[in-house]
Protein backbone atom coordinates (compact mmCIF):
# COMPACT_ATOMS: atom_id res chain seq x y z
CA UNK A 1 0.00 0.00 0.00
CA UNK A 2 1.22 3.18 -0.74
CA UNK A 3 -0.62 5.18 1.77
CA UNK A 4 -1.52 7.81 -0.09
CA UNK A 5 -5.52 7.86 -0.16
CA UNK A 6 -5.52 11.01 1.61
CA UNK A 7 -3.37 12.79 -1.18
CA UNK A 8 -5.19 11.37 -3.99
CA UNK A 9 -8.95 11.85 -2.24
CA UNK A 10 -7.43 15.84 -2.19
CA UNK A 11 -6.62 15.78 -5.91
CA UNK A 12 -9.39 14.45 -6.77
CA UNK A 13 -11.71 16.51 -5.28
CA UNK A 14 -9.70 19.41 -6.36
CA UNK A 15 -10.85 17.83 -9.77
CA UNK A 16 -14.14 17.43 -9.39
CA UNK A 17 -14.36 20.80 -7.73
CA UNK A 18 -12.51 22.63 -11.32
CA UNK A 19 -15.54 20.23 -13.44
CA UNK A 20 -18.26 21.75 -11.27
CA UNK A 21 -17.24 25.57 -11.26
CA UNK A 22 -17.62 25.18 -15.31
CA UNK A 23 -21.01 23.17 -15.13
CA UNK A 24 -22.30 26.05 -12.83
CA UNK A 25 -21.73 29.05 -15.16
CA UNK A 26 -25.11 29.07 -17.05
CA UNK A 27 -25.89 31.13 -20.43
CA UNK A 28 -29.10 31.93 -21.35
CA UNK A 29 -27.60 30.82 -25.24
CA UNK A 30 -25.52 28.42 -25.63
CA UNK A 31 -22.72 28.96 -28.68
CA UNK A 32 -22.99 26.15 -31.52
CA UNK A 33 -19.66 24.47 -31.88
CA UNK A 34 -18.23 22.03 -34.26
CA UNK A 35 -15.50 20.46 -33.35
CA UNK A 36 -13.32 18.41 -36.16
CA UNK A 37 -10.70 15.96 -35.75
CA UNK A 38 -9.74 15.86 -39.33
CA UNK A 39 -9.95 18.52 -42.08
CA UNK A 40 -9.24 16.43 -45.21
CA UNK A 41 -11.58 14.99 -45.56
CA UNK A 42 -13.39 16.56 -42.39
CA UNK A 43 -14.18 14.39 -39.74
CA UNK A 44 -16.39 15.19 -36.78
CA UNK A 45 -14.97 14.85 -33.64
CA UNK A 46 -16.29 11.93 -31.67
CA UNK A 47 -16.41 9.93 -28.56
CA UNK A 48 -16.62 11.98 -25.39
CA UNK A 49 -15.91 15.31 -26.99
CA UNK A 50 -19.24 16.18 -28.12
CA UNK A 51 -20.12 15.51 -23.92
CA UNK A 52 -17.18 17.82 -22.98
CA UNK A 53 -18.51 20.53 -25.33
CA UNK A 54 -22.03 20.60 -23.60
CA UNK A 55 -20.45 20.67 -20.22
CA UNK A 56 -18.15 23.53 -21.27
CA UNK A 57 -21.61 25.02 -21.93
CA UNK A 58 -21.86 24.74 -25.94
CA UNK A 59 -24.12 23.41 -28.20
CA UNK A 60 -22.36 20.27 -29.56
CA UNK A 61 -23.11 20.01 -33.69
CA UNK A 62 -23.28 17.26 -35.69
CA UNK A 63 -21.62 14.89 -33.55
CA UNK A 64 -23.37 12.92 -30.54
CA UNK A 65 -21.67 11.96 -27.13
CA UNK A 66 -19.80 8.08 -27.10
CA UNK A 67 -20.66 7.96 -31.01
CA UNK A 68 -17.23 7.30 -32.85
CA UNK A 69 -15.99 10.17 -35.65
CA UNK A 70 -17.38 10.35 -38.79
CA UNK A 71 -16.58 11.72 -42.32
CA UNK A 72 -18.56 14.73 -43.12
CA UNK A 73 -19.37 16.36 -46.04
CA UNK A 74 -19.44 20.33 -45.93
CA UNK A 75 -23.58 20.32 -46.69
CA UNK A 76 -23.51 19.19 -43.25
CA UNK A 77 -20.82 21.38 -41.50
CA UNK A 78 -22.75 24.80 -43.73
CA UNK A 79 -26.10 23.19 -42.41
CA UNK A 80 -24.68 23.08 -38.69
CA UNK A 81 -24.51 26.89 -38.65
CA UNK A 82 -21.14 26.96 -36.17
CA UNK A 83 -20.92 30.09 -33.82
CA UNK A 84 -17.76 28.30 -33.13
CA UNK A 85 -15.21 25.52 -35.36
CA UNK A 86 -12.43 24.19 -32.94
CA UNK A 87 -9.99 21.93 -35.23
CA UNK A 88 -8.59 19.33 -33.29
CA UNK A 89 -6.92 16.86 -35.56
CA UNK A 90 -5.67 13.64 -33.56
CA UNK A 91 -1.75 13.99 -33.66
CA UNK A 92 -1.14 17.30 -34.45
CA UNK A 93 -0.33 20.19 -31.81
CA UNK A 94 -2.02 23.79 -32.18
CA UNK A 95 1.33 24.96 -35.19
CA UNK A 96 0.69 22.10 -36.79
CA UNK A 97 -3.74 22.45 -36.93
CA UNK A 98 -2.79 26.29 -38.29
CA UNK A 99 -0.65 24.91 -41.27
CA UNK A 100 -3.64 22.36 -42.56
CA UNK A 101 -5.87 24.74 -41.54
CA UNK A 102 -4.30 27.59 -43.80
CA UNK A 103 -3.13 24.77 -46.57
CA UNK A 104 -6.20 23.10 -46.63
CA UNK A 105 -9.13 25.82 -46.03
CA UNK A 106 -7.61 29.44 -45.47
CA UNK A 107 -8.54 30.41 -49.91
CA UNK A 108 -11.75 28.11 -49.90
CA UNK A 109 -14.75 30.41 -50.72
CA UNK A 110 -17.16 28.46 -49.15
CA UNK A 111 -15.17 27.46 -46.09
CA UNK A 112 -15.02 31.47 -45.49
CA UNK A 113 -18.71 32.18 -46.05
CA UNK A 114 -19.37 30.61 -42.87
CA UNK A 115 -20.84 31.92 -39.70
CA UNK A 116 -17.69 31.55 -37.34
CA UNK A 117 -14.99 32.00 -39.86
CA UNK A 118 -16.44 35.68 -40.83
CA UNK A 119 -16.55 36.22 -36.93
CA UNK A 120 -12.97 34.87 -36.07
CA UNK A 121 -14.17 32.16 -34.22
CA UNK A 122 -12.03 29.33 -35.70
CA UNK A 123 -9.61 27.79 -32.93
CA UNK A 124 -6.73 25.42 -33.08
CA UNK A 125 -5.79 23.15 -30.25
CA UNK A 126 -3.18 20.83 -29.30
CA UNK A 127 -5.05 17.73 -29.77
CA UNK A 128 -1.82 15.48 -29.57
CA UNK A 129 -1.33 17.01 -25.94
CA UNK A 130 -5.26 17.33 -24.59
CA UNK A 131 -7.60 15.86 -26.72
CA UNK A 132 -6.11 12.55 -27.82
CA UNK A 133 -6.15 10.43 -25.04
CA UNK A 134 -8.33 10.45 -21.30
CA UNK A 135 -6.39 11.60 -18.64
CA UNK A 136 -5.81 13.94 -15.47
CA UNK A 137 -5.79 16.71 -18.56
CA UNK A 138 -9.41 16.12 -19.22
CA UNK A 139 -10.09 18.46 -16.74
CA UNK A 140 -8.05 21.25 -18.10
CA UNK A 141 -9.35 20.00 -21.80
CA UNK A 142 -12.76 20.95 -20.34
CA UNK A 143 -11.23 24.57 -19.18
CA UNK A 144 -9.98 25.20 -22.02
CA UNK A 145 -13.38 24.68 -24.27
CA UNK A 146 -15.05 26.51 -21.45
CA UNK A 147 -12.37 29.60 -22.56
CA UNK A 148 -12.95 29.15 -26.06
CA UNK A 149 -16.55 28.76 -26.03
CA UNK A 150 -18.00 31.10 -23.52
CA UNK A 151 -14.37 33.90 -22.76
CA UNK A 152 -16.31 36.32 -20.70
CA UNK A 153 -17.79 34.32 -18.48
CA UNK A 154 -14.33 32.05 -17.87
CA UNK A 155 -12.24 34.82 -18.00
CA UNK A 156 -10.60 34.07 -14.69
CA UNK A 157 -9.73 30.59 -15.95
CA UNK A 158 -5.91 29.94 -16.84
CA UNK A 159 -4.93 27.68 -19.66
CA UNK A 160 -1.51 27.18 -21.08
CA UNK A 161 -0.85 29.78 -24.17
CA UNK A 162 0.37 27.06 -26.11
CA UNK A 163 -2.80 24.83 -25.91
CA UNK A 164 -4.98 26.79 -28.38
CA UNK A 165 -4.95 29.64 -30.51
CA UNK A 166 -7.68 32.02 -32.18
CA UNK A 167 -7.40 31.54 -35.90
CA UNK A 168 -7.26 34.87 -38.02
Same mark, same amino acid.
Given at each position: ?50 ? @? ?7 ? @? ?81 ? @? ?24
Amino acid at each position: MLEKEKRANEITDSLKKRIQNIKDIQNKEKSRVLAIEWIEPFFSAGHWIPE @MIEIARGQN @MISKSREHSRRLNFQEIVDAEPDTIIIMSWGFDVKRNVIEYNKTLRQNQKWNSLKAVKNNQVFAVDANSFFSKPSIRTIEVLE @MLAKIIQPDKFQGIRVSKESFLQIK
